[in-house]
């Protein structure tokens, strides 16, 4: 067996995040290769919407066994080789190559697909005469979504990642200056970026006190109800407080038309109940949240949720989105009218929550620092923030 890995040459093609992209959603044919050891591989799968044939072979083994393990890999379609960051797998693409396949690396691994953010645009916004733009923000490997509302020049980001030169670059794109930044709720899947950017630009940063703790988070409060103007195009956005999720789960309406709903509602599924330890008293919260709070608002809403669980609840254009009475007829958990029937569902979709999640809490507060190696470590692996059929 070969002590390390050998220097990776130059000869090796790389493809990016948006040509994996393409790639996952079965736009290009291609054989995926993933390198990782299987913890890793089971932990965090490729995946999009018509995700390709998939090997799985640690990169160690090519050692122990190349000839009898190339000699496994078909040559029909050509291959993109991943690992971690793209460094095994540049090696395993190579020599690939020299075998006579038509091998590629990902350039950055695993790693780069959940830093990767794509914007598009949200439908209706400018279709209701009103000027600016409505984008969601995907970081499409790790399932999480963010947005930004811009209107005359001002712009609003809700639930931003920490990557927040990701929502800097969008603002100068769009010629606007961001003063709001909001988020729905206490995060413990990813970090949230919504302090740093804040303290970037100059805004103000709002996420609900019961969130808070007495952490030194610095932060405005909310109050129910409250309105939060964004340009001078009298566009609006109410805090409408949904817990269940988290004590301080909040909904944000957007110019009455959007419904920012964090974890408390996805498509196809509602936010786990059990973060904090108590997954039967936050489950009836959620309930009341879902079928009293919500009870009266109009079937017309579109829901524009912070998570989504699977590539199947993106639509044709990429979008995580569906109006309030059509999730109202699909969603499975919004077909649970009696309450402690509703509960027992909940305790049966959650899984154990990943032990990491303690920490990232603490990071989201400020009770914890870390640097960039410890941050992308953190947040390795998809979310895990519904309580889903899946």
Known sequence: MREKMPEITNRVRSIDQENLRDIL???ETWLLLDVRNDIEYERWKLEGKKTPETLNIPYFDFFDQEDEIIAGIPKEKPVLVVCAKGDSSAYVADLLNQRGYDAVNLKGGTVGWGDYYAAREIPGYRDSGKEGLFLQINRVGKGCLSYMLISEGEAAVVDPGRHIQTYLNLAKEHGAGINTVLDTHL????????????????????????DTEDAPLKHAPLKDGQIIEVGKSRIRVMALFLPGHTPGS??????????????????????????????????????DSLFCKLKDYSDDLIVLPTHFSSPAEMDAEGLVMGTLGRLRETNPALQIGDE???????????????????????VNLKKKTVVEDEASEMELGKNECAAAAH
Not at 268 to 285: F, M, N, S, Y
Not at 346 to 361: F, G, V
Request: hydrophobic share 40%.
């Open 250 to 287: 909040t909904t944000y309406l957007v110019d009455k038309q959007f419904l920012l709903t964090g974890d408390t509602l996805f498509v196809d599924g509602v936010g786990r109940p059990d973060l904090g330890g108590k997954v039967v008293e936050w489950a009836h919260t959620l309930y």
């Open 25 to 27: 959603d079965g736009k």
């Open 340 to 362: 402690e029937a509703f509960v027992r569902y909940i305790e049966e979709q959650i899984k154990s929550q990943p032990a990491i999640y303690a920490d990232i809490r603490l």
């Open 187 to 210: 995060h413990a899947d990813h970090i949230s970026g919504g302090p740093e950017l804040a303290k970037a630009t100059g805004a103000a940063y709002f996420i609900q006190s019961a």
